[in-house]
């Protein structure tokens, strides 16, 4: 027992002087604490880095980890399911979509989505630089959001 607890110990420092290894990848917003209590139990942040998904596929993917033994309250579980399908959702083209589409799937303010929409009315929006260049918008809030932007 002794030679396990030694064997752990480095590995138990190396996590905490890394700041949370976790964490580490994830999209900083609601939500990340909680995932990272329910879900960092089991496994890492690249379990879903790099994945999209509907928020039905979050939905399914969060109720069976919950039938395989997750533990959290239903509460945790919904902030989950809603953190992933926020950060770790379907892909927008932010030329294309509509401004509905712009507010219910990236949870941009009205007034975020009018800026976009008026700057791509303008000029279709080139990349995330240009994106991020346009007046009105949360530069911190869409950088979360990068990786489901396309162009």
């Given at each position: 027992?002794?030679?396990?607890?030694?064997?752990?110990?480095?590995?138990?420092?190396?996590?905490?002087?890394?700041?949370?290894?976790?964490?580490?990848?994830?999209?900083?917003?609601?939500g990340?604490d909680?995932?990272?209590?329910?879900?960092?139990a089991?496994?890492?942040?690249?379990?879903?880095?790099g994945?999209?998904?509907?928020?039905?596929?979050?939905?399914?993917?969060?109720?069976a980890?919950?039938?395989?033994?997750?533990?959290?309250?239903?509460?945790?579980?919904?902030?989950?399911?809603?953190?992933?399908?926020?950060?770790?959702?379907?892909?927008?083209?932010?030329?294309?979509?509509?401004?509905?589409?712009?507010?219910?799937d990236l949870?941009?303010?009205?007034?975020?989505?009018?800026?976009?929409?008026?700057?791509?009315?303008?000029?279709?929006?080139?990349?995330?630089?240009?994106?991020?260049?346009?007046?009105?918008?949360?530069?911190?809030?869409?950088?979360?959001?990068?990786?489901?932007?396309?162009?």
């Amino acid at each position: 027992m002794k030679r396990t607890v030694l064997l752990l110990t480095p590995l138990a420092i190396a996590l905490v002087g890394s700041g949370s290894a976790m964490a580490q990848g994830l999209p900083d917003g609601e939500g990340r604490d909680v995932y990272e209590n329910v879900c960092g139990a089991c496994h890492g942040a690249d379990i879903v880095i790099g994945s999209q998904g509907s928020k039905t596929r979050w939905e399914e993917t969060v109720d069976a980890m919950k039938n395989r033994g997750a533990s959290g309250s239903e509460e945790d579980f919904k902030i989950v399911t809603n953190y992933l399908a926020r950060y770790f959702g379907q892909s927008v083209n932010m030329n294309t979509a509509t401004p509905a589409e712009l507010e219910t799937d990236l949870g941009l303010k009205k007034a975020e989505v009018d800026a976009i929409v008026a700057a791509r009315t303008a000029a279709k929006i080139a990349n995330f630089d240009a994106l991020v260049k346009v007046p009105g918008v949360n530069v911190k809030e869409l950088t979360a959001l990068k990786a489901r932007l396309k162009f």
